[in-house]
């Protein structure tokens, strides 16, 4: 479907938030908190890039939908085109909304955690678990007060408890955890190593893995990774790795069949048993069982020079 940037609003120096409406005006198809929209952005050379933003506000049926979107200085051409770019009156392709990040709170406590960015689908949670009539903590990370968006609009819900960090996050998990409570629920988006810690630090306070729930965003590779060479055990195959790109989109590239699905390192259906070699983990699903036996090869990589799946 095609959609006009109706509006274009700054919050800080580096988020922007983008509306969408029908260019007809026509009410736009219903969506869920926690839904994604994916949009095809026309950048100058070669194909369309594809992007996938969470929706912003009340869920439903609504004649706009509304994203916001942080200026990444290591954009890869998204954030870059759409804040240097993007201008009201713009038309651009998107697919229907998806609901991959379904909100999945009971009667019990609930706690959403956003960290930077990832206050985008906790803005939208808020919001539906407020229209219930469900009280609610939310606790928003920042690694400075300018970077606190949405502020006014999640101050208005009577039933948030709102809790600004800014900072430092180690000090702030048990406060938003506590001790797990039959019925309580945590969702989480935000980097990899927050959700890790809220994880590794639920566990000890004795949340289940079924009560918690997380998004995340942003590269997985570090800087001290190394070229990596990757034998596949089955295939006879073997493939060189570049630091950056991810073990599963090598071997795709190789024409390797490999089950894969979010890419993000959060629902392991690329998992892969490794052979031979050290695996360095950064995923957000595996259990320690099974990251004994293998890697999720979307996001995880090796310290050992080389490495050998049961691919």
Known sequence: MKLVVHQILQHGAAVREIRLRDPQGQVLPAWRAGAHLRLQLPLA??????????????????????????QDPNSRGGSRWIHTQLREGALLEADAPVDS??????????????GGIGITPMHAMAHALNARGQDFELHYLARSAERLVLLDELRALPH?????????????LDDMLGRYQAGASLHGCGPVPLLNALRERGASLGWP??????ESFGARAASGDRPLRVHMALSGMCVD?????????ALIAADAFVPYDCKRGECGQCH???????PLHRDLCLSAAQREQGLCICVGWASSAELTLEL
């Open 272 to 278: 892969s048993r490794v052979l031979d070699g050290s």
């Open 45 to 70: 050379q070669g194909e369309p890039l594809q992007r996938h933003y969470s929706l912003l506000g009340p869920e439903g049926a609504a004649p706009e939908y509304r994203i916001a979107v942080l």
């Open 209 to 214: 893995e079924a009560a918690l729930h997380f």
């Open 160 to 172: 948030a408890r709102l809790h600004l960090h800014v900072g430092g996050t180690a000090a702030a």
């Open 241 to 249: 790795v570049a630091p950056g790109t991810s073990i599963l989109d």
């Open 101 to 114: 990040f379904p909100l999945q709170a009971g009667q019990g406590r609930s706690v959403l955690v956003a």
